[in-house]
């Protein structure tokens, strides 16, 4: 580094397509140039190719082999596994929460990139957040596979045929790419995995897509999406078209013409939303999105930069691009090369791409494309879908590890271990000695805790003073209420006295709990006023 | 099947070494006779290979790799994944929970094996329940696999000193064959990933091992432990011998000598204990494992089987066999054939086996091994790890796809992508749609609710009257507590009269929560009286 020099600092806020691949195309350009300092913040560590995910939902491919180590893929980046919890635009720094959220740590910037991608909002439709399983990342697909084999094996041994019909119906909204991936690759999957389930009926299993327009696939020249859709039917699989999901609960889906359909099992791949972090800026948003020029910078607001599916990034007609991969990755590389030429001086290109094509797998060896002009079906696009995504999957060892389990899978049945690494008691139970602090003075409150057996004292620290007891609390009382219920940082430390167990509840889980129950709402709020007023006292 | 013949029935309970190998044996010796059923009840659908679990805890296995479904391996056997509810030896037959929990159903034997295996039971000391993790399935070895690597994620960006040591200390408690396993691989895992983690200085990785006795690996001859120990030793593992883990927190872990090691990761190898299950069966026990006679038979009574971890079998000197694999797996073979003598007739045969040897993988390539009295270490008795636990393992698909995974682990670095399947908020949220029961009279109660917005009535059915509504409930009120509280089936049944949300508590938490706090426990005890007085009115 340059004597008396600092580092130009690049942070970028995503790991997505967006977001991964201006880091990696920034390290490219700045190799070698330790005047520029690169960090990137994602909450998983990992960059996951979404369009295998079906795959990973269906068995085909192991779930980490499409999630590539952000570390790995962008050596010489700062990489920080954390949730953003502020954009100061003003002050020209993020905060991200560190050490498992106990405190905030800042991360000045002199280029920002926000590439946050969306997030999944289902709160207009009652039922739906709760019941329905979305396909945004690993985790989803990982959850999905288990349930739906656990779906079977719960089917197999259940004597009323009622429940054991849901069991084995499975429903899906949305008829774009993503439904219609998801619905082909959990057909073949259920029908490869049927002969091991003998009390289950063929006929009694059934996939049903729910669509909302005329016709599936809508994003490809109708011709195409009529083959899709033949081809799912010939599959018995049904397609619902012109439909809507109104409401949903855990044993049924109610649609808009009024029918309901009894299931256990129900995806839904629509409710893409702004990032609500977005809504915090000060710069003017197009439905929910960050508004940019043509070169993907934020007018008015100098080394901030927007891209992906949270920017909405003008075209040459004056509409904007359109929320996709194949856009975030070639924008990515337009922002880097922006950037580079801001830091370096040099002319600014503006974004422009026509996109290369169309693909949609079918599951079962057959999809449809639409490819520099073709338009192809089957096999032949089948294939295509497989040799296109996995060139395009970032590093050669995710590369020779999904084509191995491909053809593992070829080879092998399909495996139908049901893996529940969920953990089924919700309540969080911890264990302090004597001394140990459970809350401390100043820190961010985010749970609440009831002592099961020892006791603890409330103490307060202030710099004038000497700590002060404010009370001690023995089995059957609870503490942490104050930092939850007003929003502040902890007003004291408690810390054990004896042995100490605890029942705890995260944040969400205390609102969601103690604030509905109207006894308990009224007794927080008695005692309330009378620790809040102890907090105020120095 | 003969007319008028019904078939014998054989149910075997666990699907471990012992139940997955009987039932296995089962299959070949009635193969094509169709005057037996045999039906297996297994808690996950799998047959987990335990001796590789520390090598899924480290990533060099794929956790689906070392699961092999129990449908698959058992063709023709009856599958139940399934919890054992109660065991009923005068009826002759055992209680599953179906249809996820909602109700019982009975399977008659007329032979039943016992191979339960054991759970990990920590509640004699303080904290270890709730801040230790366990190695005994492959839910474990997901979850410390991505806790270990979420560690290193935390520590790289952790600003304070203290806590980011405390992030880079992991500390194992047992010196056996799985406590040594697990910290060799972690070990060896941390060491290979390190690179990536730019801010975390080598010297601060700490791995320590607890053991209570003299000695590591006291299964072994002294020569072939101590070997153990100077391998770990100089890969940096500090070993602290005569030393008891007392008790632990979220942050520390207090041993008996007084020190205590702050941490975040504490892995507990030890508190085996039987299966709860056996304390309810009227045969007699001795350690809580069921006493067998010679034959594996369950003397006093007919029909009835033990075997494996929870059977104390005894040994031609008087002393009980070990709870090994290797026991088991040929345990299974002797109770199979017994059974097919007592069913065809001819003679019983005694258990009488003297053990092959054993192995301890020691990771970074290393193992000790004692075989057939010849006594191996380094190198060559890794390489015979895995060479003999490839062969082992059941099922050429697993034995291909591990020796895979064992490839590419020499080819490629040592993945670090940190999975979170795990559900952040604790309390489940349902919705109804008007007409929807969300519970049923004479089902059993398993969760507590509370009405966040709509309303539901309280519907007593009775097969002399017509339905009688007790109560129409609305938002703040809760129902569900009676069926917890007292243990049982649900009194009436209710009914969501509008678009009901709730909030839910399954019946751990129910307990951890509700009977902790004070106030709660108090209004509960107040409204139970009054509405199980009107639970009685017929």
């Not at 974004?351 to 060896?365: E, N």
């Amino acid at each position: 580094m340059a004597v008396g020099k600092t580092p130009a600092r690049i942070v970028v806020l995503g790991g997505g397509f967006g977001g991964a691949f201006t880091a990696r195309r920034l390290l490219q350009r700045f190799r070698g140039d330790d005047s520029v300092e690169i960090s990137l913040v994602n909450r998983e560590n990992y960059f996951v190719f979404q369009p295998m995910l079906p795959e990973v939902a269906a068995g085909s491919i192991e779930p980490s082999q499409i999630a590539n180590p952000l570390r790995r893929m962008l050596p010489g980046v700062n990489f920080y596994a954390s949730e953003v919890e502020s954009i100061d635009i003003e002050r020209r720094r993020v905060q991200i929460y560190a050490g498992e959220g106990r405190h905030l740590r800042a991360l000045p910037y002199d280029h920002l990139v926000v590439s946050l991608g969306t997030i999944v909002d289902l709160s207009s439709l009652p039922g739906l957040s709760e019941h329905s399983l979305a396909l945004k990342n690993i985790g989803d697909a990982f959850y999905l596979r288990n349930h739906v084999i656990g779906c079977l094996e719960q089917a197999d041994i259940e004597t009323e045929e009622e429940h054991r019909r849901a069991f084995t119906t499975f429903v899906i909204v949305g008829g774009g790419f993503s439904g219609v991936e998801t619905i082909g690759e959990l057909q073949e999957m259920v029908e490869l995995v049927l002969p091991h389930y003998r009390n289950i009926r063929r006929e009694d299993v059934r996939f049903v897509l729910i669509h909302s327009q005329e016709r599936i696939l809508p994003e490809v020249v109708p011709g195409l999406g009529e083959y899709a859709a033949a081809e799912l039917r010939s599959r018995g699989i049904e397609i619902r078209l012109n439909v809507k999901c109104k409401a949903a609960t855990g044993e049924h889906v109610f649609l808009s013409d009024g029918t309901t359909i009894a299931t256990r099992t129900l995806v839904s791949t629509v409710g893409n939303a702004p990032n609500p972090l977005l809504k915090t800026l000060p710069c003017p948003l197009a439905r929910g999105r960050i508004i940019t020029d043509a070169m993907l910078a934020v007018p008015g607001y100098a080394g901030v930069w927007a891209l992906g599916d949270c920017a909405a990034v003008p075209m040459p007609d004056g509409t904007m691009y359109a929320p996709t991969a194949q856009n975030a990755i070639r924008q990515a590389t337009t922002c880097a090369d922006n950037i580079v030429a801001t830091l370096r001086g040099g002319n600014r290109k503006p974004f422009v791409f026509g996109g290369l094509g169309k693909l949609a797998s079918l599951g079962a060896r057959s999809a449809v494309a639409e490819i520099l002009g073709l338009r192809i079906k089957g096999f032949l696009a089948w294939w295509m879908w497989r040799t296109i995504y996995l060139m395009k999957l970032p590093g050669l060892e995710r590369q020779i590890r999904v084509a191995l389990d491909w053809t593992l899978d070829l080879i092998f049945q399909r495996n139908i271990v049901q893996l529940k690494v969920f953990r089924t008691e919700k309540v969080d139970r911890a264990h302090f000695e004597p001394g140990e602090a459970i809350v401390t003075q100043g820190e961010l409150g985010n749970r609440f805790y009831i002592i099961e057996r020892g006791s603890v004292e409330v103490v307060r620290h202030s710099p004038e003073s000497a700590p002060m007891r404010l009370a001690t609390l023995g089995a059957g009382e609870y503490f942490g209420e104050v930092a939850l219920l007003r929003d502040l940082a902890r007003t004291a430390t408690v810390r054990a006295l004896a042995p100490t167990d605890v029942v705890s509840l995260g944040r969400g889980d205390f609102a969601a709990f103690a604030q509905n129950l109207t006894m308990l709402k009224a007794s927080f709020e008695e005692t309330l006023g009378q620790r809040l007023s102890e907090a105020e006292v120095r």
